[in-house]
C-alpha cells in the first residue's frame, strides 16, 4: 500500500523547460538540457518532477495553447529526446509528471480548424458554439484586465465559440462523450511512455457543463472519476494532482468518495492565508484555513506550494486581507495581475533570507506533499519589466558565464535578469553549491529532513495551542513516532512554554540542530524561537496538548 502512495512522501519541483536548460544553443531549454541537470535535482533530493506543457504549440500563452497532444514541440527536441529523458529519469529514481492541458487547445489544432471549416464536421461538436451572441459573452473572464469576453465570433465558423481563457483557446466541450475518449487516449499514450501522472490543469472548468446565457453550470464529477479510474487500469500507482482553487466545502468533491477523484490537489486556500500570516504576523486565519480544509481520507492528500508559474492568487481573502498582502508584498501597482494577486517571485516579496527560510520551513511542515519551484531553492528574483506573468518565468541562473549558463545563445526565450541583486552574477547555482551557508545547500538540508518525517505524510495532525498569537504549533503522530514543528511568524523572537503533563514527554529532540529541550520540575517545556524562527522536534505522544477543534 504505502509503495503505491508514493506521492504521501514526495517532493515535487515543478520546471517549465523552455526556461531551464539550452543545449543546442537556440536560446530555448530543450528535454537534452534537462537530462543533464538531473543529477543536480537527484543530489538536492528532488524525486518528482513536474513538466510544463512541452507539446506542440503556438506558444501564445506558455504552451498552454497546444495543437498536438501526442508529441513534442521542436524547440524542446524530439519524442526521442523525452523518451531518452525519462531513461534518465528512471535510473535516478525521479518520476515525471506532466501538465494535462484539456480544457481547451489552441486554436491552431486541427480539430478547431475543422471543427470550424463546417457544420457538418466530425469534431464540430467537440468545441462549444452558439449561433447568437450570448447574453454572459463578457462575463466570466479567468484574466480580468486583458481578456474582454469569453465568446469569440468567428468568421469561417458562423458561430460564437466558448473560451473560458483567451480567445486562441477555444474551450473542448467534455460533454462529448468523442472527447472524453480522447482524453484517457492522451493519458494512455503518455502513462506508456513511463510518466507517473499529470496535473490537470484547470480541473473546475473541465467538469463545468457550459451553454449560452445565464443557465447555472453543473459540475461532472463523473467525469473525474472517469479519468481517475482509467489511470488506475493502466498503471496502478499513477497519479491525478488537481489545479482546482475551490472553496474547503467544495474539495471533498474533487478528492471523491473514498478517495476515488483526484489523489493530490492544490491547496491555494491554505496558500493565500499563508501569505496573509507572513505578511501580518496573524496565525489565526491560517490555523482556521488548515482545519477548514482537513482531508479525512487516507488516499487523499494536499500539495502544498508558495509561488508557482501564475500570480499568486489572493481572491479568497477578504478586501481588507487581500489589501494587508498588497501592501506588504506588492504595494506597487505594476506588481499586481488581474485585479487578484500578485507577480513576484517568493524571496523579491518577502525581501529577506530569515522569513524566506521560515516560509519554507512552514510549507515544507503541512499537511501534504511540497512543490518547490525552480530558482525558488536559490532565491532567484522576478522581472517586472516583463508582462503579466512572465516576470516569474525568467531562465534558470546556473552560473556567472554568459546568460546565466542557461543557453550560448544571444536572444532568449525570456531575458535572464542582470541587473540588480537578484541578478545571475550574484544569484546562481554554481557559487551557491560552494557556499555552506547558501540558500541552496540550506534547502538541501530541509529536503532531506521532510523526507525523514514520514509522520507528516502519513500520520495524524493536530494544532497544538501556544498561546500565542504569532507562534504556529503542528503536531503529527504516526506509527508510535511523532512530531513537534513550530513557526515563529513575528519579527521579534518569541518563547513558548508547553507543559507536557506525562513522564513520557520529558525530552524533545531538535531535528535541525544539537539541541535537547528538557521539562523542568513542573514538566514545562521553554522553547525560544528567533525572528521568524522554526523548531523540529521529535516526541512522544502529546495528544493532551492538541487544540481542541
Same mark, same amino acid.
Given at each position: 500500500?504505502?509503495?503505491?502512495?508514493?506521492?504521501?512522501?514526495?517532493?515535487?519541483?515543478?520546471?517549465?523547460?523552455?526556461?531551464?536548460?539550452?543545449?543546442?544553443?537556440?536560446?530555448?531549454?530543450?528535454?537534452?538540457?534537462?537530462?543533464?541537470?538531473?543529477?543536480?535535482?537527484?543530489?538536492?533530493?528532488?524525486?518528482?518532477?513536474?513538466?510544463?506543457?512541452?507539446?506542440?504549440?503556438?506558444?501564445?500563452?506558455?504552451?498552454?495553447?497546444?495543437?498536438?497532444?501526442?508529441?513534442?514541440?521542436?524547440?524542446?527536441?524530439?519524442?526521442?529526446?523525452?523518451?531518452?529523458?525519462?531513461?534518465?529519469?528512471?535510473?535516478?529514481?525521479?518520476?515525471?509528471?506532466?501538465?494535462?492541458?484539456?480544457?481547451?487547445?489552441?486554436?491552431?489544432?486541427?480539430?478547431?480548424?475543422?471543427?470550424?471549416?463546417?457544420?457538418?464536421?466530425?469534431?464540430?461538436?467537440?468545441?462549444?458554439?452558439?449561433?447568437?451572441?450570448?447574453?454572459?459573452?463578457?462575463?466570466?473572464?479567468?484574466?480580468?484586465?486583458?481578456?474582454?469576453?469569453?465568446?469569440?465570433?468567428?468568421?469561417?465558423?458562423?458561430?460564437?465559440?466558448?473560451?473560458?481563457?483567451?480567445?486562441?483557446?477555444?474551450?473542448?466541450?467534455?460533454?462529448?462523450?468523442?472527447?472524453?475518449?480522447?482524453?484517457?487516449?492522451?493519458?494512455?499514450?503518455?502513462?506508456?511512455?513511463?510518466?507517473?501522472?499529470?496535473?490537470?490543469?484547470?480541473?473546475?472548468?473541465?467538469?463545468?457543463?457550459?451553454?449560452?446565457?445565464?443557465?447555472?453550470?453543473?459540475?461532472?464529477?463523473?467525469?473525474?472519476?472517469?479519468?481517475?479510474?482509467?489511470?488506475?487500469?493502466?498503471?496502478?500507482?499513477?497519479?491525478?494532482?488537481?489545479?482546482?482553487?475551490?472553496?474547503?466545502?467544495?474539495?471533498?468533491?474533487?478528492?471523491?468518495?473514498?478517495?476515488?477523484?483526484?489523489?493530490?490537489?492544490?491547496?491555494?486556500?491554505?496558500?493565500?492565508?499563508?501569505?496573509?500570516?507572513?505578511?501580518?504576523?496573524?496565525?489565526?486565519?491560517?490555523?482556521?484555513?488548515?482545519?477548514?480544509?482537513?482531508?479525512?481520507?487516507?488516499?487523499?492528500?494536499?500539495?502544498?506550494?508558495?509561488?508557482?508559474?501564475?500570480?499568486?492568487?489572493?481572491?479568497?481573502?477578504?478586501?481588507?486581507?487581500?489589501?494587508?498582502?498588497?501592501?506588504?508584498?506588492?504595494?506597487?501597482?505594476?506588481?499586481?495581475?488581474?485585479?487578484?494577486?500578485?507577480?513576484?517571485?517568493?524571496?523579491?516579496?518577502?525581501?529577506?533570507?530569515?522569513?524566506?527560510?521560515?516560509?519554507?520551513?512552514?510549507?515544507?511542515?503541512?499537511?501534504?506533499?511540497?512543490?518547490?519551484?525552480?530558482?525558488? *531553492? +536559490? $532565491?532567484? /528574483? =522576478?522581472?517586472?519589466?516583463?508582462?503579466?506573468?512572465? %516576470?516569474?518565468?525568467?531562465? !534558470?541562473?546556473? &552560473?556567472?558565464?554568459?546568460?546565466?549558463?542557461?543557453?550560448?545563445?544571444?536572444?532568449?526565450?525570456?531575458?535572464?535578469?542582470?541587473?540588480?541583486?537578484?541578478?545571475?552574477?550574484?544569484?546562481?547555482?554554481?557559487?551557491?553549491?560552494?557556499?555552506?551557508?547558501?540558500?541552496?545547500?540550506?534547502?538541501?538540508?530541509?529536503?532531506?529532513?521532510?523526507?525523514?518525517?514520514? *509522520? +507528516? $505524510?502519513? /500520520? =495524524?495532525?493536530?494544532?497544538?495551542?501556544?498561546?500565542? %498569537?504569532?507562534?504556529?504549533? !503542528?503536531?503529527? &503522530?504516526?506509527?508510535?513516532?511523532?512530531?513537534?514543528?513550530?513557526?515563529?511568524?513575528?519579527?521579534?523572537?518569541?518563547?513558548?512554554?508547553?507543559?507536557?503533563?506525562?513522564?513520557?514527554?520529558?525530552?524533545?529532540?531538535?531535528?535541525?540542530?544539537?539541541?535537547?529541550?528538557?521539562?523542568?520540575?513542573?514538566?514545562?517545556?521553554?522553547?525560544?524561537?528567533?525572528?521568524?524562527?522554526?523548531?523540529?522536534?521529535?516526541?512522544?505522544?502529546?495528544?493532551?496538548?492538541?487544540?481542541?477543534?
Amino acid at each position: 500500500m504505502t509503495e503505491e502512495l508514493w506521492y504521501k512522501n514526495a517532493i515535487i519541483y515543478s520546471l517549465d523547460l523552455e526556461t531551464f536548460m539550452d543545449v543546442n544553443g537556440d536560446g530555448v531549454g530543450d528535454f537534452e538540457g534537462l537530462a543533464r541537470r538531473l543529477d543536480y535535482l537527484h543530489a538536492m533530493g528532488i524525486d518528482t518532477v513536474w513538466l510544463a506543457p512541452f507539446q506542440p504549440t503556438p506558444n501564445k500563452d506558455n504552451g498552454y495553447d497546444i495543437k498536438d497532444y501526442y508529441g513534442v514541440d521542436p524547440r524542446h527536441g524530439s519524442s526521442g529526446n523525452f523518451v531518452e529523458f525519462m531513461h534518465q529519469a528512471n535510473k535516478r529514481g525521479i518520476k515525471v509528471i506532466i501538465d494535462l492541458v484539456v480544457n481547451h487547445t489552441s486554436d491552431q489544432h486541427p480539430w478547431f480548424k475543422e471543427a470550424r471549416s463546417h457544420e457538418d464536421s466530425k469534431y464540430r461538436d467537440w468545441y462549444i458554439w452558439s449561433k447568437e451572441r450570448p447574453s454572459d459573452w463578457n462575463e466570466g473572464m479567468v484574466f480580468p484586465g486583458v481578456q474582454e469576453e469569453t465568446w469569440t465570433y468567428d468568421e469561417k465558423a458562423k458561430s460564437y465559440y466558448f473560451h473560458r481563457f483567451y480567445s486562441f483557446q477555444p474551450d473542448l466541450n467534455i460533454e462529448n462523450p468523442a472527447v472524453r475518449e480522447e482524453i484517457c487516449r492522451i493519458m494512455g499514450f503518455w502513462l506508456e511512455l513511463g510518466v507517473a501522472g499529470f496535473r490537470v490543469d484547470a480541473v473546475p472548468f473541465i467538469l463545468e457543463t457550459t451553454a449560452p446565457g445565464k443557465a447555472t453550470p453543473e459540475m461532472r464529477f463523473e467525469y473525474l472519476r472517469e479519468m481517475r479510474r482509467f489511470l488506475q487500469w493502466r498503471r496502478g500507482d499513477a497519479i491525478l494532482l488537481g489545479e482546482a482553487n475551490v472553496l474547503p466545502e467544495d474539495s471533498k468533491a474533487y478528492f471523491g468518495h473514498e478517495g476515488s477523484g483526484i489523489q493530490l490537489m492544490f491547496n491555494f486556500y491554505v496558500n493565500q492565508y499563508m501569505f496573509y500570516a507572513l505578511a501580518t504576523g496573524d496565525i489565526g486565519p491560517l490555523q482556521e484555513a488548515l482545519e477548514e480544509t482537513r482531508v479525512e481520507f487516507p488516499i487523499s492528500q494536499w500539495a502544498h506550494f508558495l509561488r508557482n508559474h501564475d500570480e499568486l492568487d489572493l481572491g479568497r481573502l477578504t478586501e481588507e486581507q487581500r489589501q494587508k498582502v498588497f501592501a506588504r508584498f506588492g504595494p506597487e501597482e505594476h506588481m499586481q495581475l488581474y485585479e487578484r494577486g500578485i507577480r513576484r517571485r517568493l524571496l523579491p516579496m518577502l525581501g529577506n533570507r530569515p522569513q524566506t527560510e521560515m516560509a519554507y520551513s512552514l510549507m515544507f511542515s503541512l499537511p501534504g506533499t511540497p512543490v518547490i519551484r525552480y530558482g525558488d *531553492e +536559490i $532565491g532567484m /528574483g =522576478d522581472d517586472l519589466s516583463l508582462e503579466e506573468r512572465k %516576470a516569474v518565468r525568467t531562465p !534558470m541562473q546556473w &552560473s556567472d558565464d554568459k546568460q546565466a549558463g542557461f543557453s550560448t545563445a544571444d536572444k532568449l526565450v525570456h531575458p535572464v535578469i542582470d541587473k540588480g541583486p537578484y541578478a545571475y552574477r550574484h544569484i546562481n547555482v554554481e557559487n551557491q553549491r560552494r557556499e555552506p551557508d547558501s540558500l541552496l545547500n540550506w534547502m538541501t538540508t530541509l529536503i532531506r529532513l521532510r523526507q525523514e518525517c514520514t *509522520e +507528516i $505524510g502519513w /500520520g =495524524d495532525w493536530q494544532l497544538i495551542d501556544t498561546d500565542d %498569537a504569532n507562534v504556529l504549533g !503542528m503536531h503529527y &503522530s504516526w506509527q508510535g513516532s511523532s512530531l513537534l514543528i513550530f513557526h515563529n511568524f513575528d519579527e521579534k523572537a518569541h518563547e513558548i512554554v508547553i507543559n507536557l503533563k506525562s513522564e513520557k514527554e520529558t525530552k524533545l529532540i531538535d531535528l535541525m540542530v544539537k539541541y535537547t529541550s528538557e521539562a523542568d520540575a513542573k514538566g514545562r517545556h521553554h522553547i525560544t524561537l528567533d525572528a521568524y524562527g522554526y523548531r523540529w522536534f521529535r516526541a512522544g505522544d502529546l495528544s493532551h496538548l492538541m487544540k481542541k477543534g
